[in-house]
């Protein structure tokens, strides 16, 4: 009987009780990747970035998608994400504390289960005998129930983990199947010209195995864009806003976009009327007597500026129409104001001979 116990002891002694528990904060950790055969990188430069296999995993063709969060979503990711965490620390510091009064509590239970022994070894009977049980089965008890709190916060840690990894996947966008695009060294991007600032990237992985087993994986990016902000055009005007051309003369309408520095200064230029004017990158070309409008349209559609174009029919020298030079014969006005001077000239002259010559006469 004596051996019996003393082997049930020993038995017990060699028993692990403690429970390990360090699960993760991880959306989809748990559903994903069971054998940890994908491995995302630390992180994702310039919107490049490496997935690697892991050796155990050969004959397999890779892909991957780049779906965005939304910024309420991913918000609501990291306040999840940091409450997890906080609240799972402040478990596993208990646990850990827990641990250390069963190291302590198991260095007890094993000196008395020692102790208990050598008193069965030396068949001592009696008090001592009952004594050493008492203080053998008191260290049990106590290890025994301090393992179990330690169990109990280990199963309340992994719950945690397990709450806070749901509420994750639930805000985690899922991949979308007609997106998938393969990758043969492992290697993706991401086009951060498309967007500014940060945004958030759930990066879906799904390898095919070559007999047709699928794994997927999924890690979480805060990725930089580089898209260059533009500027929206307010207004254009153009420099006439009417304009007389006669048959076969031509203009080049000048535009202005409003702001000077609008990024994009593209203009659609249109004739209502191309029997009487058409128009090409702002030159009007007069084709026949009438009226047109020409119309100088933005590239984003959204401002216009016209301008009402006359035709005439040339006039009989044939001379064409170039708006900046007049039509009409000016007088020949510096010629009339020689004539004019010549005469008066000739008439001071006569006065100032006509005294000479009284003044001669007088004298005599």
């Known amino acids: 009987m004596k051996e019996k116990i003393k082997v049930i002891i020993m038995l017990f002694i060699t028993i692990e009780v403690l429970v390990s528990f360090f699960a993760t904060v991880n959306a989809h950790s748990i559903d994903l990747d069971p054998n940890s055969v994908i491995n995302f990188p630390i992180m994702i430069t310039k919107g490049q970035g490496t997935i690697t296999v892991e050796d155990i995993q050969t004959e397999y063709t890779l892909y991957y998608q780049a779906v965005e969060i939304s910024n309420t979503d991913y918000d609501q990711m990291l306040q999840t994400k940091n409450t997890g965490e906080q609240e799972l620390e402040n478990i596993k510091d208990e646990a850990n504390t827990l641990s250390e009064e069963c190291e302590n509590l198991k260095t007890i239970f094993d000196e008395a ?65 007609e997106n998938w695009i393969e990758t043969e060294d492992g290697s993706f991007s ?20 070559s007999d047709g087993t699928i794994i997927y994986d999924q890690g ?52 209502d009327n191309e029997n009487v004017a058409t128009v090409s990158n702002g030159r009007v070309v007069a084709k026949s007597s009438g009226t047109a409008t020409i119309t100088a349209t933005t590239s984003d559609g959204m401002h216009t500026a016209t301008c009402k174009v006359t035709v005439v029919a040339r006039d009989n020298n044939n001379m064409e129409n170039d708006n900046t030079v007049a039509t009409i014969k000016l007088p020949n006005a510096g010629m009339n104001i020689f004539i004019v001077v010549g005469i008066l000239a000739m008439i001071v002259i006569s006065i100032i001979s006509y005294k000479i010559y009284a003044s001669y006469k007088d004298v005599k």
């Open 113 to 177: 289960a020692k102790t208990y022994i050598e008193k069965l070894d030396g068949n001592v009977t009696g008090t001592e005998l009952e004594e050493a049980e008492t203080a053998y089965e008191t260290a049990k008890t106590n290890y025994l129930n301090k393992v179990d709190e330690y169990n109990s916060k280990a199963d309340e840690y992994n719950t945690k983990a397990e709450e806070f990894n749901a509420k994750i996947k639930e805000l985690t966008p899922g991949y979308i199947e």
């Open 220 to 271: 979480t990016y805060m990725i930089s864009g580089t898209k260059v902000e533009s500027i929206e055009v307010e207004g254009i005007s153009l420099d006439r806003t009417i304009l007389t051309l006669q048959e076969g003369s031509s203009y080049t309408l000048t535009a202005v976009i409003t702001p000077a520095d609008a990024t994009n200064k593209s203009i659609t230029w249109t004739s």
């Open 190 to 209: 991401v086009d951060i010209s498309q967007f500014s600032g940060n945004k958030a990237f759930a990066m879906w992985v799904k390898l095919v195995t």
